[in-house]
């Protein structure tokens, strides 16, 4: 297996370019991060430059944090605000090569705000198409993100199936599934081609992938046998310096 560094959790006592160099001198094989939009991208553009790393995404605004907003794009009425996140992660991304924005959808529910959703998401994937990006769009579980609008893989895939569009795809975070839905291995093989990208942490205390209820020796392996080549995403939240936590990494190569 190959493995990305979630940089919104893994070093994030440090400025995004540390980071990232961290992350390398971890051994890590890619980088992804949440909203890197207080640094320069030019600088994190250079430091992914002179570590040979890819950052494989990043996410839209979340928009008014004080608030307790969590993303945008399905909250009716909000439709210029949530365009204009999107435009923002795609010109960040463009500038320093990453290949894929996952679109928040944000704390709403009802009719009104699946079909706002949908139009965002047409206007996410157009624009992100002149640019060779891809969308992504993440269920979370409703413990940690209670009220948010997406919180089921079936969800996704209505929605990805009404968008129609090719650059549009899941966030398979096993994380989340886990805690919504379970059954890990048999989700990865039945939506495996609506896949865009894999994250995992432990379940249930969102820590490193060694302990806690799934057995992710089985779950890597899987993976590798559907013939998953990108790097998968470690999204979780040390509770104690991010360097003492990376022994897992070498136990699942």
């Known amino acids: 297996m190959r493995f990305s560094a979630n940089l919104g959790f893994l070093w994030a006592d440090r400025p995004l370019p540390d980071a990232i160099r961290a992350a390398k001198a971890a051994g890590f094989d890619a980088v992804e991060c949440h909203w890197p939009y207080a640094h320069d991208p030019h600088d994190v553009k250079a430091a992914l430059d002179e570590t040979g790393l890819e950052m494989l995404g990043l996410n839209t605004s979340r928009g008014d944090v004080a608030a307790g907003e969590n993303g945008l794009a399905a909250l009716p009425n909000r439709e210029a605000e949530a365009r204009a996140a999107i435009d923002q992660a795609l010109d960040y991304a463009q500038i320093i090569g990453a290949g894929a924005v996952h679109v928040m959808a944000g704390f709403a529910s009802g009719e009104s705000a699946r079909k706002t959703f949908v139009a965002n998401l047409r206007y996410a994937t157009t624009q992100a198409a002149e640019k060779g990006i891809t969308i992504l769009i993440e269920p979370l579980n409703h413990y940690d993100a209670k009220g948010y609008f997406l919180s089921t893989t079936a969800q996704a895939v209505a929605i990805i199936e009404e968008v129609k569009a090719p650059n549009l795809r899941l966030m398979f975070d096993c994380y989340?599934?886990?805690?919504?839905?379970?059954?890990?291995?048999?989700?990865?093989?039945?939506?495996?081609?609506?896949?865009?990208?894999?994250?995992?942490?432990?379940?249930?205390?969102?820590?490193?992938?060694?302990?806690?209820?799934?057995?992710?020796?089985?779950?890597?392996?899987?993976?590798?046998?559907?013939?998953?080549?990108?790097?998968?995403?470690?999204?979780?939240?040390?509770?104690?310096e991010t360097d003492l936590t990376i022994d897992w990494m070498a136990q699942f190569r």
Request: charged share 20%; aromatic share 8%; net charge negative.
């Open 176 to 240: 989340h599934v886990q805690l919504m839905e379970g059954d890990l291995t048999n989700r990865l093989s039945r939506l495996l081609p609506v896949i865009g990208h894999i994250q995992f942490a432990s379940v249930p205390d969102r820590g490193t992938p060694d302990h806690g209820e799934v057995n992710y020796e089985h779950i890597f392996s899987h993976i590798d046998s559907l013939g998953w080549a990108r790097p998968i995403g470690a999204e979780y939240k040390p509770k104690i």
